[in-house]
Each structure stands twice: as structure tokens, then as C-alpha cells.
């Protein structure tokens, strides 16, 4: 009622699209020298966008959609897509038919939030190691499972009615909805020496939230003579993959070894878990990228051995470094993270479009969603905040996923990322500076 009939019921929507992002400082400044420093490629201190002329840029007002060519039914889906945030005013702009030209370029989808899908986590499951006999016998093989399986959004008016001449999974419109149903990309994370797996459920539910079927899983290990080396450790994540893809429930959301853009295996992990997960990235054809966080290889508490191989060797020996990695390191991990085996050298191996990035003042453990007493009095104390060391490493690891999963633009993903993190961590303190909280070692263009 007191409508005008011909007035698009679309131009609703742009109030509830968010306000883009300010443009910020995405690495301190001298970055070059410190990369160089750190043996890695020098990379700019300051990511921009041709034209850019260094002033921060904001913008108060939303971006307007065409008010003509749409119809009643158009509207209606395009304002409920606009409202779950599964659609963008480029890409919407780009549909319609008016005389105005559609966008060349869009910004990167929001990496540092969660994503559109719900999250729902499973009863514990129990899997045995049968792969893993005879290295390792009984309770020894048997893993505990935490498995976070994504809620897909709902169906949208247009992909129940489609529109005549429309192609479902075409591109960024409604239609894309059901393939949003499944299959997922496959995530295993792999948690430190003797961490549990629940102090890094926050990374799970992230990544879930994206759109992604995470398995996080403990061992049956202790300090007490019954540690697995990291060749059975490496060979759990690969029976793991096996068996999610076997599973009756999760064989159903997961593709492993298809050709399907979603298909594949995401490796994540931190400390000892990054180089069990790089050791098994290297062999597994099913995998197709890695996070790293802070990744540990042989040190003097694992030295070379027998059982424990160099994650780090078998990447250099691969020629091409594997899979592409996001490397995330704390700059003050110690003697838990020491140079010559720390994020430092798991960025230079990496293959060419791999990135890393460093957090200032991160110590090893300020990864986790609550260390313990312990945990913190064994490595060194961090001077970061711990909501920041997360923040960025959840935000790099979901970008990183979605570009190769997804399709995403690999550099603009990772400026855009970078320059939210800096609008939302500034230096930790809550104001604006000149350098941020972190370098960019490798990845930027």
C-alpha cells in the first residue's frame, strides 16, 4: 500500500548491504628489507591497487542497483540474496539489462567474517588406523573424530522459478544456489604434539562456515613412550581422507578425487600438525593446498630419524614445492619454533603461488583458542593479541581455500583480506597507524 507501481521493489536492498571497507596500510613499513632479511623474495610494504595514491579511501554509501529491466520475482530473489550476502551489487549490476556498463572488477568476499553457510557438528566418531598396522598396534591406531558439516543457506525464489533462458551454476546468480548444496571440499586438521583438537575449534568452525566438511581428530599418544612418529602420523591423515570419502553420511557431502571444482583435500595445521600436514601434502594427489600455521619441522626434541623424515627436504625434493601453501608464522616462537625449521623456511620451500605471512610479536601458542598454563610457560610468551593472531590466521586460511576451491582471484583475495584485517586489528590497540601487525613474506604481485 502506497507503493508506486512502477518503483522496483530492489531499492530496499542497499540498506542492507555493508558499508565497504576502508582501504588501509596492509604491512609495515620496511617489509622489503626484512623479507630480504629473512632470505624470502621482497615483496612491496604496501599492497594497492593501480591507480592508488596511498590516501585511505571510504565510501558511507552503499552501491546503487540499476532500477531498470527487473521484474517482480527478479527483485524479490536479488534482495534476499543481498540480504544473506550470497550475492554482490557487481555482480547483480552486471545482470541487468540498462544501458549502464557492468563492473569490471569486484572486491573479494569478506574472508575476515564467517561465511554464509550454518554450521553443525556431528556426535564424536571413532575411526581405526587400518592402514597404519603394523607401525602402530591396538588403541594406538584409533583416532577420535570431531566432524563440522556446513548448513547450506536457503533456496532463493529465482532457483525454485527459474527465469527463462537462465542456467543453474552459471556464474555468480541465484541459480548457483544448488550447486552451494554440495559435494564440499574435504578439510583435516591436525593439531600440535599433544594439543587437543578442541582448542583449535574455532578454526573448524570457520572454515565449516565456508562451506567446507572439517575433520579435526586426536591421536591416542603421550609422553610416556607411546608417541607416533611422523610417518604413521602422516599415514592417518591419508586413511582419514579414505575414510571420510567411505563414510555413509559424510561419503555423501565430500568429493575427494573428483574433477568437480570442489573436489579435493584441504590440509590445515599448526606446530608438528603443519609438518605432518605438508609431509602428506607433498605424496597425496588428493590434496590441493595447505595451511600452515606456525609449522615446526625436525628439531633437537625431533631430530632426523627414522620415522621422523624433513617435511622440508621432501618439498625441495618434489622440484615444484607441492601443493600451494599459506604460511602463517609467530615471530616469537622460540625455541618451540627455532629458525632453520620454522615458518621462515616452509615459505621459502613452498611452491611459487603459495603465501606467507608473518604476525609480529606472535608467540607459538597464541595460535590456539585457549592455551593452557602449561602450554604457555613452555614456549615463549607473545606480545600479540591473541584475538588478532587468530582473527588473521582464520582470515588467511579461509581466502587461501577459496581460490583454489573456489576460483577466487588469488591476488586480489589476499590484498583485500590484508586490508580488511588492518581496518579491523589496526595495531592491536584499537587506532590507526602507519605500520601494521604483520609482513607479507611472499604472495603479493
Known amino acids: 500500500p502506497g507503493r508506486r507501481p512502477d518503483t522496483p521493489m530492489a531499492r530496499a536492498a542497499p540498506a542492507r548491504v555493508h558499508t565497504p571497507v576502508p582501504r588501509g596500510r596492509i604491512s609495515s613499513r620496511g617489509a ?8 624470502l623474495p621482497a615483496v612491496s610494504a604496501r599492497a594497492r ?31 534476499a540474496a543481498l540480504t544473506a550476502g550470497l550475492l554482490s551489487a557487481p555482480a547483480f549490476e552486471a545482470r541487468a539489462e540498462d544501458d549502464s556498463k557492468p563492473s569490471t572488477s569486484r572486491p573479494s568476499a569478506d574472508y575476515t567474517a564467517r561465511g554464509p553457510y550454518g554450521v553443525k557438528r556431528l556426535p564424536k566418531l571413532e575411526h581405526t588406523c587400518v ?18 558439516v556446513p548448513t547450506p543457506p536457503p533456496v532463493l525464489p529465482d532457483a525454485m522459478f527459474p527465469l527463462v533462458g537462465a542456467v543453474s551454476g552459471d556464474g555468480d546468480v541465484p541459480g548457483d544456489a544448488p550447486r ?15 594439543v587437543d583438537a578442541e582448542q583449535y575449534a574455532s578454526y573448524a568452525r570457520r572454515l565449516c562456515s565456508w562451506g567446507y566438511v572439517v575433520l579435526q581428530y586426536n591421536k591416542r599418544e603421550n609422553v610416556a613412550g607411546n608417541a607416533l612418529d611422523d610417518v604413521v602420523s602422516a599415514a592417518m591423515i591419508r586413511d582419514l581422507i579414505g575414510w571420510a570419502q567411505s563414510d555413509v553420511l559424510l561419503g555423501q557431502l565430500v568429493d575427494t578425487a573428483g574433477d568437480d571444482k570442489n573436489a579435493g583435500v584441504y590440509l590445515v595445521g599448526h606446530s608438528r600438525g603443519g609438518k605432518i600436514s605438508a ?3 607433498v605424496e597425496d594427489p588428493r590434496v590441493r593446498a595447505a595451511c600452515l600455521l606456525d609449522p615446526v619441522d625436525n628439531t633437537v626434541y625431533a631430530p632426523l630419524g627414522a620415522g621422523f623424515p624433513s617435511a622440508l627436504a621432501a618439498m625441495r625434493e618434489r622440484g615444484d614445492g607441492g601443493p600451494p601453501l599459506v604460511v602463517v608464522g609467530g615471530e616469537r616462537g622460540g625455541d618451540c619454533a627455532p629458525g632453520g625449521a620454522n615458518y621462515l623456511d616452509f615459505a621459502r620451500a ?18 590456539l583458542d585457549n592455551a593452557t598454563f602449561v602450554q604457555r610457560a613452555v614456549c615463549e610468551e607473545g606480545r600479540a593479541s591473541e584475538s588478532e593472531v587468530r582473527g588473521v590466521s582464520q582470515a588467511l586460511m579461509v581466502a587461501h581455500a577459496e581460490t583454489v576451491f573456489r576460483g577466487a582471484a588469488r591476488d586480489a583475495a589476499l590484498r583485500d583480506t590484508l586490508r580488511r584485517l588492518e581496518d579491523k586489528f589496526g595495531d592491536a590497540s584499537g587506532r590507526k597507524t602507519e605500520n601494521a601487525p604483520w609482513t607479507v613474506l611472499r604472495g603479493l604481485t
Do not use: N
Open 32 to 39: 622489503d628489507a626484512r623479507a630480504s632479511r629473512r632470505g
Open 49 to 79: 591497487d593501480p591507480g592508488d595514491t596511498g590516501e585511505a579511501t571510504s565510501s558511507s554509501a552503499p552501491p546503487a542497483l540499476p532500477a531498470s529491466g527487473l521484474g517482480r520475482r527478479e527483485a524479490l530473489g536479488t534482495a
Open 131 to 148: 592402514s597404519c598396522f603394523p607401525r602402530c598396534v591396538g588403541d594406538a591406531c584409533l583416532l577420535s573424530i570431531d566432524a563440522y
Open 180 to 194: 552451494a548444496r554440495g559435494p564440499y571440499p574435504l578439510a583435516v586438521f591436525t593439531a600440535g604434539f599433544l
Open 279 to 281: 609431509l602428506e601434502a
Open 350 to 367: 613452498a611452491s611459487g603461488d603459495s603465501w606467507g605471512v608473518e604476525i609480529a610479536g606472535a608467540g607459538h601458542f597464541q595460535f
